[in-house]
């Protein structure tokens, strides 16, 4: 079994490099950024906004040598995580564990003893259907090359005892990169997804260019509604959906023929998607990927997407909203502290506001996981959930929320690699 491969992209790195540095330089100006957006960001009409409670951490099954958390909320209140599994025999496996009121249940293995490919960033991850199945994804090596690799989607029926066969949503059987996956359950028992594709980088004179497609998966593991959705995309970037009143829409970097590499939606139209859209014009001219897609939640019409940028060489988190389905996005509110490392999670409260979840610097070695919650234009102060580590082995928090607690799970680097979990109140009282 190959070792975990963290994505490596040597033009991203060295302009990822150069934001670093220029941060570091300018670490007393970000820091006086930070007091200025606490400052005012939360109070900007002279109400506070709660901040979340809390923080409890909690005892969870995943092991040591578990990584990549992924969570989600079933219809009755049950939280989901999953994770990948390094193994005492250095084999892998991808578990998942349900989490109740009265506790956690028993660990069920969703695939063990295959050809993975394992990255920092490029995760397994489960959702729920309609119809109360389960489903899930991995990757798996295809072929020698180093990101050739492809998707796998399997479904269960009994909360996660026992799986169908593994199946690919792709269909060009090319030795290529296929990942970044966003799962959603489509119609009455049907796996929707969208992912970036690469390959045309495996076709004979063809462009080295990702590309974002997706695919609707039926029960009897046939493909449906297979589309392009974007012909040049970011390389390494998240790609995150949400299901608004009218209809599913994805969320991903686009990138321009200049280098500009900024988040863009489409949306589902009747039997079409739209054209993409962008969230906000950032303006990021990068020539490498920085490895950080955006966030995006949904409820009704109101759309919010969160995401990094590293435009005019500020390193920012911004979050923005749509009224309208996603076809238009307003001014975006900064939601960072100064110096943020990005690495996005979004969820709404019971009120319909946002929750977000980012990392931001401390030291060049260590960061925060820190949440924060956003009503219209205002902030409230921000929660430090855990402190960790720059390294890319740190990953990406996830967020899901269960009758107004908010669940974090993260991985932790030391004193071993491990998948963590905290529980936070959202029901607080405006602070004073």
Same mark, same amino acid.
């Given at each position: 079994?190959?070792? &975990?491969t963290l994505?490596?992209v040597s033009?991203a790195?060295?302009? /990822?490099?150069?934001? /670093?540095?220029?941060a570091?330089?300018?670490?007393?100006?970000?820091?006086?950024?930070?007091?200025?957006?606490?400052?005012?960001? +939360?109070?900007?009409?002279?109400d506070?906004?709660?901040? &979340?409670?809390?923080v409890?951490?909690?005892?969870? +099954?995943?092991?040591?040598?578990?990584?990549?958390?992924?969570?989600?909320?079933?219809?009755?209140?049950?939280?989901?995580?999953s994770w990948?599994e390094?193994?005492?025999?250095?084999?892998?496996?991808?578990?998942v564990? %349900?989490?109740?009121?009265?506790?956690?249940?028993?660990?069920?293995?969703?695939?063990e003893?295959?050809p993975?490919f394992?990255?920092? %960033?490029?995760f397994p991850?489960?959702t729920v259907?309609h119809n109360?199945a389960?489903?899930?994804?991995?990757?798996?090596?295809?072929?020698?090359?180093?990101?050739?690799?492809?998707?796998?989607?399997?479904?269960?029926?009994?909360?996660?005892?026992?799986?169908?066969?593994?199946?690919? &949503?792709?269909?060009?059987?090319l030795?290529?990169?296929?990942?970044?996956v966003?799962?959603?359950?489509?119609?009455?028992?049907?796996?929707?997804?969208?992912?970036?594709?690469?390959?045309k980088?495996?076709? +004979?004179?063809?462009t080295?260019?990702?590309?974002?497609?997706?695919?609707v998966?039926?029960?009897?593991g046939?493909?449906?509604?297979?589309?392009?959705?974007?012909?040049?995309?970011c390389?390494c970037?998240?790609? %995150?959906?949400?299901?608004t009143?009218?209809?599913?829409?994805?969320?991903?970097?686009?990138r321009?023929?200049?280098?500009?590499?900024d988040?863009?939606a489409?949306?589902?139209?009747?039997?079409?998607?739209?054209? +993409?859209?962008p969230v906000?014009a950032?303006?990021?001219?990068?020539a490498?990927?920085?490895?950080n897609?955006p966030?995006?939640?949904?409820?009704?019409?109101?759309?919010?997407?969160?995401?990094?940028?590293?435009a005019?060489?500020?390193?920012?988190? /911004?979050l923005?909203?749509?009224?309208?389905?996603?076809?238009?996005?307003?001014? &975006?509110?900064?939601?960072d502290?100064?110096?943020?490392l990005?690495?996005t999670?979004?969820?709404?409260?019971?009120a319909?506001?946002?929750?977000?979840?980012?990392m931001?610097?401390?030291s060049?070695e260590t960061?925060?996981?820190r949440?924060r919650?956003?009503?219209? %234009?205002?902030r409230?102060d921000?929660?430090t959930?855990?402190t960790?580590?720059?390294?890319?082995?740190?990953?990406?928090p996830?967020?899901a929320?269960?009758?107004d607690?908010?669940?974090?799970?993260?991985?932790?680097?030391?004193?071993?690699?491990?998948?963590?979990?905290?529980?936070?109140?959202?029901?607080t009282s405006?602070?004073k």
């Open positions: 079994m190959t070792r &975990p994505r490596s033009t790195t060295i302009a /990822l490099r150069g934001i /670093l540095a220029a570091a330089r300018a670490s007393a100006r970000a820091a006086a950024l930070a007091a200025a957006l606490t400052a005012c960001g +939360p109070r900007g009409d002279g506070t906004v709660a901040m &979340p409670g809390a409890t951490l909690l005892e969870t +099954p995943a092991p040591v040598g578990s990584t990549t958390p992924s969570l989600v909320v079933t219809v009755d209140g049950t939280a989901l995580l990948t390094r193994r005492a025999d250095s084999s892998y496996a991808v578990r564990v %349900a989490r109740q009121a009265a506790g956690w249940d028993s660990v069920r293995t969703i695939s003893g295959r993975y394992a990255n920092w %960033a490029d991850a489960v259907l109360g389960w489903a899930a994804h991995w990757l798996e090596r295809e072929g020698t090359g180093k990101y050739a690799y492809g998707i796998r989607v399997v479904r269960s029926g009994d909360a996660g005892r026992s799986w169908s066969a593994p199946l690919t &949503p792709h269909t060009d059987s030795p290529a990169e296929h990942g970044f966003s799962l959603w359950p489509d119609g009455p028992d049907g796996l929707g997804l969208a992912w970036l594709d690469g390959r980088s495996a076709m +004979p004179d063809s080295r260019e990702m590309t974002v497609r997706t695919a998966v039926a029960p009897d046939s493909l449906h509604a297979e589309a392009v959705l974007d012909a040049r995309s390389d970037c998240q790609v %995150a959906s949400a299901a009143g009218n209809g599913r829409v994805v969320v991903y970097r686009d321009s023929s200049e280098e500009i590499r988040i863009v489409v949306r589902r139209q009747g039997d079409g998607w739209s054209a +993409p859209v906000h950032d303006n990021w001219h990068i490498g990927c920085p490895v897609g966030a995006i939640v949904a409820r009704g019409d109101t759309v919010t997407v969160a995401w990094f940028t590293g005019n060489d500020t390193a920012r988190v /911004l923005a909203r749509s009224t309208d389905g996603g076809a238009s996005f307003g001014t &975006p509110v900064r939601v502290d100064g110096d943020p990005g690495r999670a979004l969820v709404l409260d019971a319909g506001n946002a929750v977000v979840a980012w931001e610097r401390r060049p960061a925060d996981i949440v919650r956003i009503v219209g %234009a205002r409230s921000a929660r959930v855990i960790s580590a720059t390294a890319r082995q740190s990953g990406f996830r967020l929320v269960v009758r607690t908010l669940l974090v799970a993260w991985t932790a680097i030391a004193p071993a690699v491990q998948v963590q979990m905290a529980s936070i109140p959202l029901s405006p602070q």
